[in-house]
């Protein structure tokens, strides 16, 4: 078992930075992904970036590539998500989740533990 706990979000203007963090804790010395995902209202939940057990994978989504970067301090067990040049279509429930595939997946599916989600919003 893996517990995931969100933190971080909250509201800011288009263009601003934001970071959201999550801690790990349970089975987080087995070789670990982490991954961030969100969801909007009306919307699926869906990919925004992955990192591998010992950072040397990242994945990001198009749609965030260039501006977020995601990061694991494995000393303490937190995965974050700093967010740059935030535009309202970043608007959600920013959610952290945990896998043991290696590497780690892109989709929702490939993940079996989840974190509770934070709220981001970013006003026009």
């Known amino acids: 078992q893996v517990q995931l706990v969100e933190s971080g979000g909250g509201l800011v203007q288009t263009g601003d930075s934001l970071r959201v963090s999550c801690a790990a804790s349970?089975?987080?010395?087995?070789?670990?992904?982490l991954g961030w995902f969100r969801q909007a209202p009306g919307h699926e939940r869906e990919f925004v970036a992955a990192?591998?057990?010992?950072?040397?994978?990242?994945y990001y989504a198009d749609s965030v590539k260039g501006r977020f970067t995601i990061s694991r301090d494995n000393t303490k067990d937190t995965v974050s998500l700093q967010m740059s040049n935030l535009k309202p279509e970043d608007t959600a429930v920013y959610f952290c989740?945990?896998?043991?595939?290696?590497?780690?997946?892109?989709?929702?599916?490939?993940?079996?533990?989840w974190g509770q989600g934070t709220q981001v919003t970013v006003s026009s």
């Open positions: 989740a945990a896998t043991m595939a290696h590497p780690p997946s892109t989709t929702s599916r490939g993940y079996g533990y």
């Open positions: 349970g089975r987080t010395k087995d070789g670990v992904a």
């Open positions: 990192i591998s057990w010992n950072g040397g994978i990242t």
